[in-house]
């Protein structure tokens, strides 16, 4: 599994530096609930000295979680860390802490849920947009999941397609949830069984395939529908049950 989530995200690796360490530690830290919201951060005295890092650093590194929404500082009173609703879900970075932590079934399909809000409307957009390169690249991606050889390079494959039909779509601000699909997809590989069912891959391809072709024929209608279904079974590996999601 760790070789498949450094391959799906780039960013799970720490950033590089001092502020990169402090907004790694203190951004897991905050995630995991520690402190929870509501709760002030150790005074900036102790997080100095608890990092090694100069008070410079310290405070570009405050200011990176607050603007995050993860916290707010206050005069006289400390660093207090807000309530989640707050906090930028769309940031890579947030949404990988959450991922690397333990999270709810609520957060799994709150993920989903967003996906079925974005996925299909991007898929027709697609199917109205798309370019011969858009559409071949699209074709390449079902050909290298029916290739893939084990979980690992065929989830690499699937996303690649995933973040194809967005690219297809060629909407600047449709994009910025890219990351909130690749997060989604993510979701379902940890809550998954480690390796499909007999036929499953199978299927999930021909899903994938619908999808190109819709997009290759310019049928935005159809392409939105096979995109549904694509998220369905995806829903289906994770809790079991697609009534909720379709």
Not at 66 to 86: D, H, L, S, Y
Not at 202 to 229: F, L, N
């Amino acid at each position: 599994m760790t070789r498949l989530l450094e391959r799906l995200d780039p960013m799970r690796r720490e950033l590089g530096g001092n502020h990169g360490r402090v907004v790694e530690g203190l951004g897991r830290a905050i995630t995991a609930g520690d402190p929870a919201p509501g709760e002030l951060l150790p005074r900036d005295e102790e997080l100095v000295e608890t990092f090694g890092v100069s008070r410079t650093v310290l405070r570009e590194a405050l200011k990176t979680l607050a603007a995050k929404g993860m916290i707010v500082a206050k005069a006289r009173v400390g660093t207090r860390v807000r309530p989640r609703n707050a906090w930028n879900m769309f940031d890579e970075q947030v949404l990988r802490w959450h991922l690397d932590g333990e999270p709810s079934d609520a957060f799994y399909k709150q993920l989903f849920e967003m996906r079925l809000a974005f996925e299909p409307h991007a898929a027709g957009l697609a199917a109205r947009k798309a370019t011969a390169a858009d559409v071949a690249r699209l074709f390449d991606c079902v050909t290298a999941m029916r290739r893939a050889g084990n979980e690992v390079d065929f989830s690499v494959a699937d996303l690649e397609f995933h973040r194809a039909v967005f690219d297809a779509a060629d909407n600047a601000f449709l994009y910025s949830v890219v990351s909130l699909v690749g997060a989604a997809l993510l979701s379902l590989l940890r809550r998954s069984s480690p390796e499909p069912k007999p036929g499953q891959q199978s299927r999930i391809c021909d899903g994938h395939q619908r999808i190109a072709q819709a997009i290759a024929d310019g049928d935005a209608t159809a392409a939105q529908e096979a995109m549904k279904a694509v998220i369905a079974v995806g829903w289906t590996r994770v809790f079991g049950d697609d009534s909720a999601i379709t």
